[in-house]
């Protein structure tokens, strides 16, 4: 209630491929935020998350993606958030979250199945600083449920998420310039498939339930990637 929980990779990284296999815990756990990202911590930070919003009893997990970026240093700090609706129970099963970070894009997969891809657009509105991997479960009762209508309830503790199958492969901080970048294309150019795209627009269909570029009670002003 106090700290949640929480890890760490001993290593920065300046781009890669950082995935993790997460099996969520059934029943109430609304208020409980369940994350797997990479963040430049401390100071003034670039973030990019996966996080699982905490659910009531009938109510399915919200998948939720963010790109944090505080380049400026003037204090603001503007999510970037889609919101998802999986098409299986992730309570279930294991199943493979990840993120692609390259200096071109940002790119989310459940899976190996794109849901989010994430353009560098300008310098301003994209993460460039080398980056940690965490993991963590963690009390987010003011925000996570609702917009913080439901709390997280100690009734249900523990609270509990299992990760496996880390994967964190990239150019660490302080690789040669020539360490090649990850992408999630099997060609040299990079860049996402015909079918990659294709499943990405199925996803967004058919289980987005929030974007933030769609939303008209955001200022518009404060991410202009969305009008590029």
């Given at each position: 209630?106090?700290?949640?929980?929480?890890?760490?990779?001993?290593?920065?990284?300046r781009s890669g491929y950082f995935g993790a296999s997460i099996k969520l815990q059934s029943g109430y756990t609304a208020?409980?935020?369940?994350?797997?990202?990479?963040?430049?911590?401390?100071?003034?930070?670039?973030?990019?998350?996966?996080?699982?919003?905490?659910?009531?009893?009938?109510?399915?997990?919200?998948?939720?993606?963010?790109?944090?970026?505080?380049?400026?240093?003037?204090?603001?700090?503007?999510?970037?958030?889609?919101?998802?609706?999986?098409?299986?129970?992730?309570?279930?099963?294991?199943?493979?979250?990840?993120?692609?970070?390259?200096?071109?894009?940002?790119?989310?997969?459940?899976?190996?199945?794109?849901?989010?891809?994430?353009?560098?657009?300008?310098?301003?509105?994209?993460?460039?600083?080398?980056?940690?991997?965490?993991?963590?479960?963690?009390?987010?009762?003011?925000?996570?449920?609702?917009?913080?209508?439901?709390?997280?309830?100690?009734?249900?503790?523990?609270?509990?998420?299992?990760?496996?199958?880390?994967?964190?492969?990239?150019?660490?901080?302080?690789?040669?310039?020539?360490?090649?970048?990850?992408?999630?294309?099997?060609?040299?150019?990079?860049?996402?498939?015909?079918?990659?795209?294709?499943?990405?627009?199925?996803?967004?269909?058919?289980?987005?339930?929030?974007?933030?570029?769609?939303?008209?009670?955001?200022?518009?002003?404060?991410?202009?990637?969305?009008?590029?």
């Amino acid at each position: 209630e106090k700290t949640g929980s929480g890890f760490k990779s001993l290593k920065a990284y300046r781009s890669g491929y950082f995935g993790a296999s997460i099996k969520l815990q059934s029943g109430y756990t609304a208020g409980v935020n369940t994350a797997f990202y990479v963040s430049a911590h401390p100071g003034n930070h670039d973030e990019v998350d996966i996080e699982f919003l905490g659910k009531t009893f009938d109510e399915p997990y919200t998948l939720q993606t963010n790109v944090y970026i505080r380049g400026s240093g003037d204090g603001r700090i503007i999510g970037r958030e889609m919101k998802f609706h999986l098409w299986f129970d992730p309570t279930k099963n294991f199943h493979h979250y990840a993120i692609i970070w390259n200096p071109r894009e940002l790119i989310f997969l459940v899976d190996d199945v794109p849901i989010r891809r994430y353009a560098r657009k300008s310098a301003a509105t994209f993460p460039l600083r080398p980056m940690w991997v965490y993991g963590s479960i963690w009390d987010a009762s003011a925000w996570a449920t609702d917009d913080g209508k439901y709390k997280a309830d100690y009734r249900y503790q523990p609270f509990v998420a299992t990760y496996k199958n880390f994967k964190a492969m990239g150019c660490t901080a302080y690789a040669p310039r020539w360490c090649r970048a990850a992408t999630a294309s099997p060609y040299r150019s990079g860049g996402m498939t015909r079918q990659q795209y294709s499943a990405m627009r199925w996803v967004q269909r058919n289980h987005m339930v929030y974007n933030y570029c769609w939303d008209s009670s955001r200022d518009r002003s404060l991410t202009p990637e969305c009008r590029m």
